[in-house]
């Protein structure tokens, strides 16, 4: 993809604030964090989004993702840690290169990361039991 910046990042033709790098991952500081140590895990290979990685790649993503909370939990002190992914622009996606957000959190550090609970009604409880197995 060669106007994807998360490609040129994590593949180096852009520089960043690198915290972590292998053959297929780059993590780097996030430029607009929401909290100290707000970081990126980006794959090397281009993918949009959840729907098109791989399961190998995904499932190496999420080990870095426990390695590196372990490790900047230990550098930053945060008191706990939120690992978010988005997926579409009514997601929040913004740009389209896949990436896992790792999110430090701190007492009070007031990072809005929250929603309204809803209701789980019983019909749409048995619709959506229904129609996502069937996709399984
Ligand atoms: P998302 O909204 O999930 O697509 O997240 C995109 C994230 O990338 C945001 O948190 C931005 O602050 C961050 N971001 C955008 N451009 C850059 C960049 N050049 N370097 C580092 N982080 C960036
Ligand atoms: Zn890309």
Redesign the pocket.
Known sequence: MSDC?FCK?ANGE?P?ATLYEDEQFRV?????P?SKG?A?ILPKAHYGNLYEIDEETAASAMKLARKMAIAMTKALGCSGFNV?Q?NGTSA????FHF?I?LIPRYDNDNVGLSWKPGELTDEARDEIVTEVKKQL
């Open positions: 910046i990042i852009i960043s780097i500081l996030d430029l607009g929401a707000h990126l978010v988005n929040g996606q913004t740009v990436h957000h």
